[in-house]
């Protein structure tokens, strides 16, 4: 059983930054990838960014530039770093983690707001 914990969410101007960060407990040996996924009211949850075991980053064309998605592996945490937050990036962020067998957990969600 894995436990993911956001945390770093906030209320920021348009123009800001925040960090993110989700916690991982428990073991994650075997996953696939971790990502970062937003859901603004009334609209679907959005892919963001995710991160493979190997490395390799993805980005969705909305916050390309803008937003890195990085590791620590000796701390089991990810982090979402956003830069140059626009109004609608506003969102509850999640964080995820999928194994290579199938599992997938998610965190609780942390509210960002942009404000303009």
């Known amino acids: 059983q894995v436990q993911l914990v956001e945390s770093g969410g906030g209320l920021v101007q348009a123009g800001g930054s925040l960090r993110l960060s989700c916690a991982a407990s428990?073991?994650?040996?075997?996953?696939?990838?971790m990502g970062w996924s937003r859901q603004a009211p009334g609209k679907q949850r959005e892919l963001v960014a995710t991160?493979?075991?190997?490395?390799?980053?993805n980005y969705a064309d909305s916050v390309k530039g803008r937003f890195a998605i990085s590791r620590d592996s000796a701390k089991n945490t990810m982090y979402l770093q956003m830069n140059s937050l626009k109004p609608e990036d506003t969102a509850v962020y999640y964080c995820?983690?999928?194994?290579?067998?199938?599992?997938?957990?998610w965190g609780q969600g942390t509210q960002v707001t942009v404000s303009s």
């Open positions: 428990g073991s994650i040996f075997g996953f696939n990838y």
């Open positions: 995820q983690i999928k194994f290579t067998w199938g599992d997938e957990y």
């Open positions: 991160i493979t075991r190997g490395g390799n980053l």
